[in-house]
């Protein structure tokens, strides 16, 4: 089979399977999503095998310790995987929402009815966790998926994907509402991506080379997941131990995720800067800093070079710098932020609204950690990823961003 033929079967098996999978009701979609958590658990172990595979792999490639971190699944994890597929099993069905009836002069009524996109093609990297995320809410949104996860964690994403399959299969559907791409030959992304006759949004999830390469080869309408530079800015009214704990926070707890900062902001009226950088020094956190910052300890801060400030190190690294003013601070999180995730900590109200409505990002919070920023925690149950664009859907992408509108009308003979 050429390519071309490959891809020809993919994209006819996932628009044949849409029609199918846009008509499951509530509960048949729910029974099997509980069947997947299910699944999950019974085959925890062999999912770790399959997982071990992949670990090897990158173990031999010389992986940093934060890509392993997101390449690795443990029982916690997979544990994890099933309960999230489980609460998305319990949010509330958006497909056939009505919203906004109103009945007009002419007698009408006209409303909106939410329906699913129909075909989706998602282009990830490394987290395999991802997979199972993304079947079970394109499952609850009644969409159809095509998934290409990276060569580094092939095996993983196999074998979670034939569970989806499977279980698919046995409840009696379709099992081509979800697909998952096999042949990882790099030559076949640019075919798929010209299928905007099969395929109606594209989901590039991943680095910065992975979103350029899609969004340059795609003829099919993309919603961008890229990097997260992520800010954290730490306000001259900040409580301290507050302050510590979130930059802590925010940066140590799983460094290789796009919602960790990677850049710390601190107001030089801030009177306890050197104990939040000696925190970030003894969680092992290299930090590369303005001159101020340097001047703190400069046989272990490192001095940050120009392309440190839009760097996204998805490490145990961070740049770090003293700023004057408010505005200062405003001003380079506008200049070097991705639009995905910034944060204040600070006991001034009109800091926090200026903050609010001045930062141009998916989400802006004050006095919590940017680790916030996710599908579970904002009560989504997972996530097709963040959304760093404006149009459709923005931030933490869930069930509801992964449907559309439709306008309704109900008449009674009437005409114009």
């Known amino acids: 089979m050429t390519g071309q033929e490959y891809i020809n079967d993919l994209c006819l098996n996932a628009k044949s399977s849409a029609s199918v999978i846009s008509r499951l009701k509530t509960n048949e979609k729910n029974r ?28 031999k490639n010389g992986v940093s310790k934060a890509f392993y971190d997101r390449l690795l699944l443990d029982s916690k994890r997979i544990e994890a995987m099933a309960v999230s597929v489980e609460e998305i099993a319990m949010l509330e069905d958006p497909v056939g929402r009505i919203e906004d009836m109103k009945t007009r002069p002419s ?47 092939i095996h993983s994403n196999m074998i979670l994907g034939e569970i989806v399959r499977n279980v698919l299969e046995d409840e009696g559907y379709d099992k ?113 800093g303005c001159a101020r910052t340097a001047a703190i300890n400069p046989e272990r801060i490192k001095a940050a070079d120009p392309g440190d400030w839009g760097m996204e190190y998805l490490d145990l690294i961070i740049s770090v710098k003293v700023v004057s003013s408010f505005d200062e601070a405003i001003d380079h999180i506008a200049r070097y932020n991705s639009g995905h995730t910034e944060a204040i900590v600070t006991n001034s109200y009109a ?22 920023h996710d599908g579970g925690e904002f009560g989504l149950g997972a996530e097709v990823g963040i959304s760093t664009q404006k149009l459709h859907a923005r931030g933490v992408m869930g069930i509801e961003g992964l449907t559309t509108l439709k306008y309704i009308v109900y008449g009674n003979g009437e005409i114009r």
């Open 351 to 372: 800091n926090s609204e200026r903050f609010l409505k001045e930062v141009d990002s998916a989400a802006v919070m004050v006095n919590a950690s940017t680790r916030f």
């Open 32 to 59: 099997i999503l509980g069947r997947i958590a299910e699944q999950l658990r019974v085959k925890a172990g062999d999912i770790v095998s399959e997982n071990k595979k992949d670990l090897e792999e990158a173990e």
């Open 107 to 153: 007698g009408i009524r006209v409303g909106r009815m939410r329906v699913p996109l129909g075909v989706i093609a998602v282009i990830y990297e490394s987290r395999p966790n991802v997979t199972i995320d993304i079947a079970a809410l394109c499952i609850k949104s009644g969409n159809s998926v095509i998934l290409r996860g990276g060569e580094e964690s």
């Open 176 to 288: 081509n509402g979800v697909i998952l791409m096999s042949n990882l030959d790099r030559a076949l992304v640019p075919m798929l991506l010209k299928r905007d006759d099969a395929i109606d949004i594209v989901i590039p999830r991943g680095g910065e080379g992975l979103v350029k390469m899609v969004t340059e080869e795609s003829r099919i309408p993309l919603i961008k997941h890229e990097k997260g530079v992520c800010h954290l800015f730490i306000d001259q009214s900040a409580d301290e131990s507050t302050a510590n704990s979130i930059a802590v926070n925010a940066k140590v707890q799983r460094p290789g995720v796009c919602n960790a900062i990677e850049t710390l902001l601190i107001h030089e009226k801030y009177p306890h800067i050197k104990s939040l950088i000696e925190g970030l020094l003894e969680n092992n956190v290299e930090v590369r």
